[in-house]
Every structure is written in C-alpha cells, then in structure tokens.
C-alpha cells in the first residue's frame, strides 16, 4: 500500500514546491506534480499516477482543488480513485470515502470549489471590461524589449533567438525579405 501525492498547480508562472513539502510530511513515497488547469480531465501526470494505482494505495492532495475546479471533473476523479479500492486523503480535509455521507461532502465541496474559480473569472473579466474603458489600454502582457541595450546576446537570453533572427528584426525584415536582399546584393 503506497501513499501517492498529487501536486498541481493551473499556470507556468505558480510554483508546486510548497504542495510537494506538504504531500512529503504527509508520507507519500512518489509525488506527482504538474502545471496545467484544474477544469481539464486529460492531464498527462494526473493519469500516469492513475494507472500506476492499486487497490489499498492512496493518493493525497493538500486541498480538494488541487484534484479539479469542476464539480463533474472532480467527481468523475475521485469515483475512478476509490472504485479502484483506493483512498483518497485531503490534507485540509480528511479521507474521502465511498459512503453516502462522503459523497454528499465531495459534492458540496467540489461545487464551491468550481464556484470559486467561476467568481475568480468573472471578476477578472469584470475588470478587463473596466480597463478596456481607459484611454490607452492594451490587451495581453506587454511587450518584451527586442533590444537592451543593444546587445543581442541579452536579447537571445530574453527571445531564446538565433543572432540572425535578431538582425532580420532589427533591420525590419522578414526571413523571406531578408532572403531576397541577399540575393539581390550578392546577385
């Protein structure tokens, strides 16, 4: 009987590592963790712990969101954890199981879960239409500098580009553009 962790975080830019301490001090022997949103059902680590499972292993989370942000998603889950005779434990929780009593409490908690993420992406959709009201707002993150100053290396460690990619942009140029210039100089 194994105590697995499962570690996730929804965005590149969140770190894991405060979740995998927590999963370690709880005694699991094997952590999985990745990056990718909780409304997903398809995750590549999630799964692989999955079909590594036994009957009388558990897999242990640090929160009930970690396992998904969709009150379907996360039943779903947790239905194929203990119809596979597994234990599912919620280190801010307890151990979920497969009685009536435990049903309703996964339920509950997973729809507040989904309801916190829903009111999260309306009040950043709220918020954008407000900026978007300002003078001057511009969608997305802004832009990287292509120069700093002027050093094309510092730039390659911003960009990860070629020297070459480098100079076709600054002298405002295409790859196919700066294809034909050379031709016709050498030409």
Not at 122 to 140: I, N, S
Request: glycine share 10%.
């Amino acid at each position: 009987m194994t105590r697995y962790g499962y570690a996730r975080v929804s965005t590149q830019g969140q770190e894991l590592e405060v979740q995998r301490r927590q999963l370690a001090e709880a005694g699991c022997e094997v952590i999985y963790s990745e990056k990718i949103t909780g409304t997903k059902e398809e995750r590549p680590k999630l799964n692989a712990l999955m079909s590594t499972l036994r009957p009388g292993d558990t897999v242990v989370v640090t929160k009930l969101d970690r396992i998904a942000r969709s009150t379907r998603v996360g039943i779903a889950i947790i239905d194929r954890i203990v119809g596979m005779g597994c234990g599912l434990e919620i280190l801010n929780m307890g151990r979920f199981d497969d009685t009536p009593v435990g049903k309703l409490m996964r339920t509950m908690m997973l729809g507040f879960a989904e309801f916190e993420r829903d009111m999260i992406v309306q009040r950043m959709q709220e918020g954008k239409e407000v900026a978007r009201q300002r003078e001057g707002y511009r969608e997305g993150r802004p832009e990287k500098p292509w120069r700093d100053e002027g050093s094309w290396q510092k730039t390659k460690e911003v960009w990860n580009i070629s020297k070459a990619t480098y100079y076709r942009h600054m002298r405002g140029t295409s790859g196919t553009d700066a294809g034909r210039e050379r031709t016709s100089v050498q030409g």
